[in-house]
């Protein structure tokens, strides 16, 4: 069983609602639901202002209808499920801790901002700053995965401290920036300066990079803990081939004006 | 201002008004136009005050809530603000908290710990008119600054061709200019290490700084000299040099001799009072430094106390935050023309850090050692040492000796070994809070108004439940008023008060504006006209009377 909430009424400025989690919603009969607060603007509505609700408050959420401009959707969530049919708002996923949100559109900027653990997967695209530390946060996601299936735009992953983030189309500049440790796998390229300023972690692209010259080359390798990591990534939709799985990677090591302990790893043949 | 005929009858409160020789007396406050009055009708409101304790509202004597370095510090630290915001009511508008709150946040929030005035204590004059333009949205205190003329080269230069009328004429042109409440000295002569000698700083006050001919002990002696003959309400606000550096003592103690009995103000002594090696482990010195305090009436100070938590280092001292830097912090450097440098550094101050937790204790000992609350005054030198929300944590661990010893329990008991603070037993009276926290500082700045509760005072006034939790009881007082006009009733907002700008006009040769002129011309990035503060920027003001004048001089509503 779930509950359903479709947008019904397309809102002219984005909304707030750190209210569409499992957590906020579950135990709430169906006007409960509807009198739960957001922000439209600076003003407060209801969530029956713009969606029609079907059935009681569950653990499992299903939202319909583009809400590109519907921010926070699954916020602070620790458990459960939200289901996005369409496309998802700025801040989805903000600070959870567990539990999954799936969105089969696109997602906009700030995927999974301060994460801890769960996961997010995007059939789409996403924008800018997924899975990134707010500005002058000195750590970003601290667990989780972060899987998208479409390309995603510059910062990916910015001082993210640990968890997973994979994207299986390109990604846009300064993928890894600032990383502490973790891991992120770009499939279809990635643009000028990956990792800047990386402490520790491991970036991973299919495709040839443009590096700083921060970066030196150490050695090529058939990583054994990519196997698994590919695997995983298989079971989750992603198309994985068997050159990727068990080819050569040549290793990268930098950033050289931090401690020179992370690595990129671009794929190199079979 | 409370419109003419609001009267307020304080009923039955125990009043601490130290200026006055009241101490804990339960009698009436009557608050007439604004000010306290000895007579009001009888439709004046009553506040019932039985059990509660009545003060005059507080008065910080040194801390940093206005102009470009604070701003610095809240773009530097977005995190900060994210994390506590701050809500508008029916009455107040809303802001940002963090170590340095938006503008109305700071009024505000001075507010709710009681205080009613604050004095910014580090403006170059290219940054006044930013900082009174601020000023003009920081909500409810009354406030004022000290103008930074410490390594102004203009005032150099005149002290090296050795020509002490114009210097003083130069020091009250400027302070009239800028429109300050006092002359803020920043670890003198060091810019000119800072900036010609790439990165160096003043170790020696005795070393001569190059092309002065004069060392950074003698500047700082011709401006306490020159404050003083000025008759400026305030002495000059000297952060000393070495600030931060093990075996300072000595810098300090020579700064407070340089005086020569003339009066002077240390700032934020407890970063000063550090014995021991340089480049070793800090050690106490605060004994040496309050033994010399305690001798000499012409030294006034407020201690700049650490409390653990977050931070930021915010200075005109740009080498010192040169130093402190380290991998991975933000910070920002920056030099202002011909007049001053400036240093924000955001900072956290640990309780398992043996330098931290000896610059806490260093703190309290300063205040326990010193004999006279009237010339040992209270500030974290906010947000240096601490944001000023810790003030009512900082004065229950003055009141407080159980407190006390059970935080020293809980903190790097390597400094503690080191310390005298364990030997202290001494517990501040709700009366010395009242000097240390209002009468003195009020005082030390020549408010006559201020400070106290007596017939003709400013009607601010701030009532306190009387609570043996001390922290808890400064936390959050029960009403607020200022300038008559109750502005916190039952802990909550009821009104709004933009508050008065307080400044200085010293009497001057206006002369010398002629020879400053040309120097400026030659080396200024603006125009010299663009440069004095002009009357168009003042708000509700209020000129601060100079020393012995007698009559007071009144601003404009």
Known sequence: MHTELELTTAPEVPIEAECLSPAKIKGLSQSGIEHLVMMHGNRKVRVGDFFRVTGNGQSSLRLEGDLSRVKYIGAGMKEGEVRVNGSAGMHLGAGMSGGVIRVSGDASDWVGPEMSGGRIEVMGDAGHMVGSAYRGQRVGIMGGEILIHGNVKNELGSAMRRGLIAVGGQAGDFVGVNMRAGTIVVMGGMGIRAGAGMVRGSIISFEPVELLPTFTYSCWLRPTFLRFYLCHLGQSGFEIDDDHMGGRYRRYCGDSVEENRGEILVFDSR | MAENGTELRIKGGKVYDPANGIDGEVRDVLVRDGRIVDKVSGKARTFDAHGMVVMPGGVDIHCHIA????????????????????????????????????????????????????????????????????????????????????????????????????????????????????????????????????????????????????????????????????????????????????????????????????????????????????????????????????????????????????????????????????????????????????????????????????????????????????????????????????????????????????????????????????????????????????????????????GHLGVGADADITIYTDDENRERMFNAPRYVIKAGKPIIEDHEFVDDHIGRFLHTEPEHDPAIEDQIRPFFEDYYSIQFNNYRVDASYLHDHEVIPLRNSGNKKKGNK
């Open chain 2, 67 to 450: 102009g470009p370095k604070v701003n610095l510090s809240r773009k530097l630290q977005p995190e900060d603000h994210r994390l506590d915001v701050h809500p508008a009511t029916d009455v107040t508008r809303s802001g940002v908290g963090g170590v340095t709150p938006s503008t109305f946040a700071t009024g505000y929030r001075y507010a709710t710990l009681g205080y009613t005035a604050a004095f910014d204590a580090a403006v170059p004059p290219l940054a006044a008119r930013h900082v009174i333009e601020e000023f003009h949205d920081t909500p409810v205190i009354d406030k004022g600054f000290y103008v930074l003329l410490g390594n102004n080269m203009f005032l150099y230069d005149l002290l090296k061709q050795g020509r002490k009328q114009d210097f003083k004429d130069a020091i009250a042109w400027w302070v009239t200019a800028a429109r300050a409440a006092g002359v803020k000295l920043v670890n003198a002569g060091s810019d000119e290490f800072w900036k010609g000698r790439r990165n160096e700083n003043v170790t020696d006050v005795n070393e001569e700084i190059d092309p002065f001919d004069l060392t950074p002990l003698q500047a700082t002696a011709a401006f306490i000299e020159a404050v003083d003959e000025l008759n400026l309400p305030h002495p000059t606000h000297i952060h000393c040099n070495n600030l931060g550096h093990s075996g300072n003592v000595q810098t300090t103690l020579d700064t407070m001799k340089s005086a020569e009995g003339h009066r002077a103000h240390i700032a934020h002594i407890q970063f000063h009072s550090y014995a021991g090696e340089p480049g070793k482990r800090v050690q106490t010195g605060s004994e040496a430094i309050i033994d010399y305090i305690n001798n000499n009436e012409n030294i006034t100070t407020d201690i700049g106390m650490v409390m653990f938590g977050k931070a930021t280092a915010m200075t005109a001292d740009a080498p010192l935050t040169w130093m402190l830097r380290f991998k991975d912090t933000k910070w920002v450097n920056a030099d202002t023309e011909c007049e001053s440098g400036c240093g924000v550094m955001p900072f956290e101050y640990q309780d398992t850090n043996y330098t931290h937790t000896m610059q806490w204790a260093i703190g309290l000992e300063l205040f326990l050692l010193s004999q006279d609350p009237w010339r040992v005054m209270f500030s974290t030198d906010h947000p240096n040492g601490a944001s000023f929300r810790t003030y009512p944590r900082l004065i229950r661990l003055l009141m407080d000796r159980g407190f006390r010893s059970e935080m020293m329990g809980r903190v790097n008991q390597k400094a503690i070994k080191n310390c005298l603070l364990p030997q202290l037993d001494r517990e501040y009276t709700l009366s010395e809070i009242a000097i240390i926290t209002r009468a003195a500082p009020a005082r030390a700045l020549g408010l006559v108004n201020k």
